[in-house]
Nanobody, 118 residues
Framework: QVQLVESGGGLVHPGGSLRLSCATS????????IGWYRQPPGKERGFVAR???????LYADSVKGRFTISRDNAANTVYLQMNNLKPDDTAVYYC????????????WGQGTQVTVSS
């Protein structure tokens, strides 16, 4: 089974940037799409962005223009570049894989904490 491992979280000041990585233990093409989700403290997990095998992207309205999702197929890694971070972006960020033929994300990483605070 292909696993997903997030990294790159940390503490950043408002207006700062972070880049999250989601590395797959096997071929990134095991998934038809890889997405990023986040769970703020005391709230439910929600969609952030996703990128398909073909490279098409989709973003939540709250991050459009600030976050960029990309993929490096050779490295079997998906990235989430986060700029102009706000305190409301504070959350545990998860990457998830959607397998071909599935409408759901069934494979999840363990999460990485992002804290935006002055």
């Amino acid at each position: 089974q292909v696993q997903l491992v997030e990294s790159g979280g940390g503490l950043v000041h408002p207006g700062g940037s972070l880049r999250l990585s989601c590395a797959t233990s096997g071929s990134i093409f095991s998934f038809s799409a890889i997405g990023w989700y986040r769970q703020p403290p005391g709230k439910e997990r929600g969609f952030v962005a996703r990128i398909s095998t073909g490279g098409s992207t989709l973003y939540a309205d709250s991050v459009k223009g600030r976050f960029t999702i990309s993929r490096d197929n050779a490295a079997n890694t998906v990235y989430l570049q986060m700029n102009n971070l706000k305190p409301d972006d504070t959350a545990v960020y998860y990457c998830a894989g959607r397998r071909p033929g599935s409408s759901e994300y069934n494979d999840w990483g363990q999460g990485t904490q992002v804290t935006v605070s002055s």
